[in-house]
């Protein structure tokens, strides 16, 4: 869901930006935004298949779109 806390920023993101992940051992990992994107909430499939490393998506307030970024990791 979209909360501030969580994914709530997601919308700012830009192509070009620098998304980092922390794994649970502490490992970093950079990644580059590549594609953001609009979905509809029943887009399953376009949300799941996809040649993206990584794909962070959130709800839109109204609850009838998905915000969807896609990345590639960069080596860092």
Not at 64 to 75: D, G, K
Request: glycine letters at 6%; aromatic letters at 12%; hydrophobic letters at 30%.
């Amino acid at each position: 869901h979209n909360y501030k806390q969580h994914f709530g920023y997601l919308p700012n993101v830009r192509r070009g930006d620098t998304v980092t992940f922390t794994d649970m051992d502490g490992i970093v990992y950079t990644y580059e935004v590549g594609v953001v994107e609009t979905l509809a909430a029943n887009a399953v499939k376009e949300m799941n298949e996809s040649d993206w490393e990584m794909s962070l998506y959130t709800c839109t307030y109204s609850g009838n779109e998905r915000i969807t970024v896609r990345c590639r990791r960069t080596e860092e």
